[in-house]
């Protein structure tokens, strides 16, 4: 059985974002439905592109202080949004 990890409340990033928004540089965890997340994270790197953020269980945990270049620079052959 997959262990679920249960959504995050809205958080303000500590005034980095806006209140329960993703931003580029966020990190955060993958879902598909309420309480669905397990152990797949991703990474905000072009927000514009990407229809992302707007999901309960879309809540930025962390964000890319250094080197978001190199995340933008990663492969996209595989069908990934970038």
């Known amino acids: 059985s997959i262990q ?7 958080t303000d990033c500590q005034g980095y974002c806006t209140k329960g928004r993703l931003f580029n540089g966020a990190i955060s965890f993958a879902g598909g439905g309420k309480d669905s997340r ?3 994270l ?3 790197h072009n927000l514009a592109a990407q229809p992302i953020g707007h999901e309960a269980w879309e809540v930025p945990v962390g964000n890319v202080t250094a080197g978001l270049d190199v995340i933008r620079a990663a492969y996209g052959g595989y069908g990934e949004i970038v």
């Open 4 to 10: 679920r990890i249960p959504d995050d409340p809205p």
């Open 42 to 44: 991703f990474f905000v």
């Open 38 to 40: 397990t152990n797949q």
